[in-house]
């Protein structure tokens, strides 16, 4: 038996489990410490009883014979999938059809399990700093990475890769700097795709978050991305489904991969369970779609209270708006991780460490709006006495 070395050789600790650590450790020895936790980016708000009573319903029919259910399909329930189309794309002017349409448990497994799709020898370009997943499973797969420095000077907009990069995750709004791309910004990665025969693995996790009209919420907005692009999105920050898992990979047929996507689905993937698929699609119906604004709505005010809290304070934040998240630059002398110490110990903060998302990310840490708004007023009146 011999070991994947590539899986051995990846650090230590997951970034938030350092983080839990971390703070568990400060919590054991101040058991009596406030902390808040403004760090992960995990929703916070109950689910809308739209949502609740649809999995009820779903619950009841597992429990009667006459509405039983046992294995779906693969790619999920059709019913779901006609709902995505008619809301996420058709209203958008793109045309997908529901073959195309493949519901997950979540973005998470399909950002790693995509990666089968293409043979090991392709080379990966990969935002730095970036959501861990993309770097972690190429490192799995013993991938050459290619990184695209995202800095402040530059907005945090990456350049395009000067060699060839076979595969490119791109993730817009960003997680963690909270950037987004305009519809000529995002034109460029997929002409650049396009003359370089590669594909990008389109991140739309927090397409819910944008509200500038010139801000894609779809790669598909852009003409000749259907042959270049996979769009991976989740109900998690949308619709609060991080618990209930449930997201989407939209693998459009003009890229060639959509039946090899199909078949590796069919062999390894038995489909999302029918409960959370039931919840997901009633995040389509009128009520739904409210109840789901509301939180959403919830959140990107956080997001505002946060952003200009902090710059008041005299901190240089970036991201916040088309986003849940604010990268805020460290004061002069801490690094990130010094900087997430000094806060959990005077203040009792926990926010997430930017070098913990790659070197770039050195310099800065991340805080979530999808934190409790009380924790977030509290926070910043903590912070107020450390300035
Ligand atoms: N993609 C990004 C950029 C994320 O930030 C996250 C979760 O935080 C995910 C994907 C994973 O989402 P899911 O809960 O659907 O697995």
């Given at each position: 038996?011999?070991?994947?070395?590539?899986?051995?050789q990846?650090?230590?600790?997951?970034?938030?489990?350092?983080?839990?650590?971390?703070?568990?450790?400060y919590?054991?020895?101040?058991?009596?410490?406030?902390?808040?936790?403004?760090?992960i980016?995990?929703?916070?708000?109950?689910?809308?009883?739209?949502?609740?009573?649809?999995?009820?319903?779903?619950?009841?029919?597992?429990?009667?014979?006459?509405?039983?259910?046992?294995?779906?399909?693969e790619?999920?329930?059709?019913?779901?999938r006609?709902?995505?189309?008619?809301?996420?794309?058709?209203?958008?002017?793109?045309?997908?059809?529901?073959?195309e349409?493949?519901?997950?448990?979540g973005?998470?497994?399909?950002?790693?399990?995509?990666?089968?799709?293409?043979?090991?020898?392709?080379?990966?370009?990969?935002?730095?700093p970036?959501?861990?997943?993309?770097?972690?499973?190429?490192?799995?797969?013993?991938?050459?990475?290619?990184w695209?420095?995202?800095?402040?000077?530059?907005n945090?907009y990456?350049?395009?890769?000067?060699q060839k990069?076979?595969?490119?995750?791109?993730?817009?709004?960003n997680?963690?700097?909270?950037?987004?791309?305009?519809?000529?910004?995002?034109?460029?990665?997929?002409?650049?795709?396009?003359?370089?025969?590669?594909?990008?693995?389109f991140?739309?996790?927090?397409?819910?978050?944008?509200?500038?009209?010139?801000?894609p919420?779809?790669?598909?907005?852009?003409?000749?991305a259907?042959?270049?692009?996979?769009?991976?999105?989740?109900?998690?920050?949308?619709?609060?489904?991080?618990?209930?898992?449930?997201?989407?990979?939209v693998?459009?047929k003009?890229?060639?991969?959509?039946?090899?996507?199909l078949?590796?689905q069919?062999?390894?993937?038995?489909?999302a369970?029918?409960?959370?698929?039931r919840?997901?699609?009633?995040?389509?119906?009128?009520?739904?779609?409210?109840?789901?604004?509301?939180n959403l709505?919830?959140y990107?005010?956080?997001?505002?209270?946060?952003?200009?809290?902090?710059?008041?304070?005299g901190y240089?934040?970036f991201?916040?708006?088309?986003?849940?998240?604010?990268?805020?630059?460290?004061?002069?002398?801490?690094?990130?991780?010094?900087?997430?110490?000094?806060l959990?110990?005077t203040?009792?903060?926990?926010?997430?460490?930017?070098?913990?998302?790659?070197?770039?990310?050195?310099?800065?840490?991340r805080?979530?709006?999808?934190?409790?708004?009380?924790?977030?007023?509290?926070?910043?009146?903590?912070?107020k006495?450390?300035?």
């Open positions: 038996m011999f070991i994947n070395t590539h899986l051995q990846l650090r230590g600790h997951y970034l938030f489990t350092e983080i839990a650590n971390r703070t568990k450790a919590q054991q020895t101040h058991p009596e410490a406030h902390v808040l936790r403004l760090g980016g995990d929703v916070t708000l109950p689910l809308p009883s739209v949502i609740i009573e649809a999995m009820h319903r779903a619950v009841d029919e597992l429990a009667s014979a006459a509405t039983f259910r046992g294995y779906g399909p790619e999920g329930y059709l019913w779901l006609q709902a995505i189309v008619d809301n996420d794309y058709t209203p958008r002017g793109i045309h997908v059809s529901p073959e349409v493949f519901i997950s448990d973005a998470g497994s399909d950002l790693g399990n995509l990666s089968e799709l293409f043979d090991a020898s392709n080379t990966v370009a990969i935002l730095e970036s959501y861990p997943a993309y770097v972690d499973t190429s490192r799995m797969a013993g991938r050459e990475i290619i695209l420095p995202c800095l402040a000077q530059n945090f990456p350049a395009l890769p000067k990069a076979d595969i490119i995750y791109l993730c817009f709004p997680n963690p700097t909270g950037t987004v791309l305009t519809r000529d910004e995002l034109s460029r990665w997929v002409e650049y795709a396009r003359t370089n025969h590669s594909i990008i693995l991140d739309a996790a927090y397409e819910a978050f944008i509200e500038d009209p010139d801000v919420h779809s790669i598909y907005e852009i003409e000749g259907q042959e270049v692009a996979i769009e991976i999105r989740s109900f998690s920050k949308t619709a609060g489904f991080t618990a209930v898992r449930c997201g989407y990979t693998v459009p003009a890229t060639s991969l959509q039946t090899m996507w078949r590796r069919c062999t390894k993937f038995n489909g369970s029918y409960i959370s698929q919840a997901a699609e009633a995040t389509y119906t009128p009520e739904g779609k409210a109840a789901i604004q509301a709505s919830y990107k005010q956080t997001a505002q209270i946060f952003l200009e809290g902090l710059r008041t304070l240089e934040v991201g916040g708006k088309n986003a849940p998240y604010i990268w805020c630059r460290v004061p002069h002398g801490y690094t990130s991780w010094s900087f997430f110490d000094h959990l110990h203040s009792q903060i926990v926010c997430t460490p930017g070098a913990g998302f790659g070197p770039t990310g050195e310099g800065f840490v805080f979530s709006a999808f934190s409790n708004r009380k924790d977030v007023e509290e926070a910043l009146k903590r912070m006495k450390l300035a």
